[in-house]
């Protein structure tokens, strides 16, 4: 194993494993192919992930097409070209280094979708928070992701495009919103650090940054959660 990077061990991992090992993956994958049991396997872990009312909301459109994958790239390419623009000089320095897709690299792209009719009308949970439909597909995306990373394939997810252009561009039906292109493959190796931070866009916050007890307001500086002993 080298310093910076994970290579993968054959023993099965943790499941804390898996979650620290998870990255977003844009330059590493090594574009061999999926072998089909795994590709099932992950698929069948997300098609596994809890949603609102049992909606299971969500589809997933495997895209190997070198044509669907090109147009989209353009695409990509375009919107990351917008965000640039907003940037100040600083921040497109930074943002020059950055790599935000690896759609031509990776063996798959994978687009996950929401069908906010499915389970409809009365879906139960879904009453008063409409966004509990797209959390639902997000957790079937995660799932994905961890199964993926056991498997020792990397995952990137990329939201760099207009939905209407995605839904064109695949063919969705009218209602159906496309939530993520996921680029999916084996790769050489995980990073250890999120190349956002390798990159110094930002710096992940410590978990006491975001913990408060029994108020917002109430941050408790003096018992700090990350001091406690974990087993
Ligand atoms: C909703 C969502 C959208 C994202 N969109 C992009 C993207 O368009 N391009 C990209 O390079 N990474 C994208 N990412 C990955 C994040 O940048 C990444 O998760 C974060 O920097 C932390 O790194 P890690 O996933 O390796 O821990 C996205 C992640 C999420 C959850």
Do not use: C
């Given at each position: 194993?080298?310093?910076?990077?994970?290579?993968?061990?054959?023993?099965?991992?943790?499941?804390?494993?898996?979650?620290?090992?998870r990255r977003d993956v844009r330059a590493q994958f090594s574009g061999e192919?999926?072998?089909t049991n795994i590709l099932k396997k992950i698929l069948q872990a997300a098609h596994?992930?809890?949603?609102?009312?049992?909606?299971?909301?969500?589809?997933?459109?495997?895209?190997?097409?070198?044509?669907?994958?090109?147009?989209f790239k353009e695409h990509v390419e375009i919107e990351r070209e917008s965000?640039?623009?907003?940037?100040?000089?600083?921040?497109k320095g930074i943002f020059?280094?950055?790599?935000?897709?690896?759609i031509l690299e990776s063996s798959l792209g994978i687009v996950v979708t929401y069908d906010p009719k499915r389970g409809s009308p009365a879906v139960l949970g879904r009453n008063t928070i409409d966004e509990a439909g797209i959390y639902s597909v997000c957790l079937a995306i995660e799932n994905l992701w961890l199964a993926a990373t056991a498997e020792n394939l990397?995952?990137?997810?990329?939201?760099?495009?207009?939905?209407?252009?995605?839904?064109?561009?695949?063919?969705?039906p009218n209602g159906i919103k496309p939530i993520a292109w996921l680029c999916v493959g084996p790769v050489t190796h995980l990073e250890t650090v999120p190349d956002l931070e390798r990159f110094k866009w930002r710096k992940r916050?410590?978990?006491?940054?975001?913990?408060?007890?029994?108020?917002?307001?109430?941050?408790?500086l003096e018992n700090k959660i990350s001091d406690e002993k974990l087993d």
């Open positions: 194993m080298t310093s910076d990077s994970y290579t993968f061990a054959k023993n099965s991992m943790s499941l804390y494993d898996i979650i620290n090992k192919s999926i072998d596994s992930a809890p949603s609102v009312g049992l909606s299971q909301p969500w589809d997933f459109i495997l895209i190997e097409s070198e044509s669907i994958r090109k147009q965000f640039n623009n907003v940037l100040d000089n600083d921040r020059a280094n950055i790599k935000i897709e690896g990397g995952v990137g997810w990329v939201s760099f495009y207009k939905e209407e252009f995605l839904a064109e561009l695949i063919n969705l916050m410590s978990l006491d940054d975001v913990v408060h007890y029994d108020s917002w307001n109430n941050r408790s």
